[in-house]
């Protein structure tokens, strides 16, 4: 069973910086992008960054120049590291793998971790 766990949420304020990161465990092959999500009470989850098995990035505009999103040596886990934060980052961030197969089957599933809460206050 694959179960993607994030740490590295709290509270910190305007302009600090913060780490994200995300584990996945289980009998994985292959996870084709690990992403990031964000949501405010209210709203649906909106993607923050993503970042692919080759390595190509994406970020949503708000947090172009403050964001960077990586995966480690395994591939498996996923690290988003932000700066110059701001109050409108606030929200729980969802870590999201998508395209994931599991040894003994060809399926292709996407998994979302429970989520951590960010909170940019002063």
């Known amino acids: 069973q694959v179960q993607l766990v994030e740490s590295g949420g709290g509270s910190v304020q305007p302009g600090g910086s913060l780490t994200l990161s995300c584990a996945a465990s289980?009998?994985?092959?292959?996870?084709?992008?690990m992403n990031w999500y964000r949501q405010t009470p209210g709203n649906r989850r909106e993607l923050v960054a993503t970042?692919?098995?080759?390595?190509?990035?994406h970020y949503e505009d708000s947090v172009k120049g403050r964001a960077t999103i990586s995966r480690g040596d395994s591939a498996k886990t996923v690290v988003l590291q932000m700066s110059s934060l701001k109050p409108e980052d606030t929200g729980v961030y969802y870590c999201?793998?998508?395209?994931?197969?599991?040894?003994?089957?060809?399926?292709?599933?996407?998994?979302w971790g429970q989520g951590t809460q960010v909170t940019v206050s002063s």
């Open positions: 999201h793998a998508g395209g994931v197969e599991v040894v003994g089957s060809r399926a292709v599933a996407d998994y």
């Open positions: 289980g009998s994985i092959t292959s996870i084709y992008t």
């Open positions: 970042i692919t098995s080759a390595g190509i990035t």
